[in-house]
């Protein structure tokens, strides 16, 4: 069973930083694709970021610029570097993972003050 445990996120000002990590149990290699997605109040979940097994990355254009996603093999660990952040990123983070199905973590919550 595969488990996807998300921490970092908090309280940031508008123009602050944050990364986060998503924890996985057992390997990430057997991922073709891992990622990040939001949802904040109200809203619908969005895409974020996602990376393949072979480190190619994409974007939404909302954070384009200022997020990177990056995964440690060693740790079996996703991260999302969040910079520049805006009072419209916030919402709670999930992260995701796939090979025949998609995984999701539970999400950990980013609130950035104006």
């Known amino acids: 069973q595969v488990q996807l445990v998300e921490s970092g996120g908090g309280l940031v000002q508008a123009g602050g930083s944050l990364r986060l990590s998503c924890a996985a149990s057992g390997s990430i290699s057997r991922f073709n694709v891992m990622g990040w997605y939001r949802q904040a109040p109200g809203k619908q979940r969005e895409y974020v970021a996602l990376?393949?097994?072979?480190?190619?990355?994409n974007f939404a254009d909302s954070v384009k610029g200022r997020f990177t996603i990056s995964r440690d093999s060693a740790k079996n660990t996703l991260y999302l570097q969040m910079n520049s952040l805006k009072p419209e990123d916030t919402a709670v983070y999930s992260c995701?993972?796939?090979?025949?199905?998609?995984?999701w973590g539970q999400g950990t919550q980013v609130t950035v003050s104006s």
């Open positions: 990376i393949t097994s072979g480190g190619s990355t």
């Open positions: 995701s993972a796939t090979n025949f199905q998609i995984y």
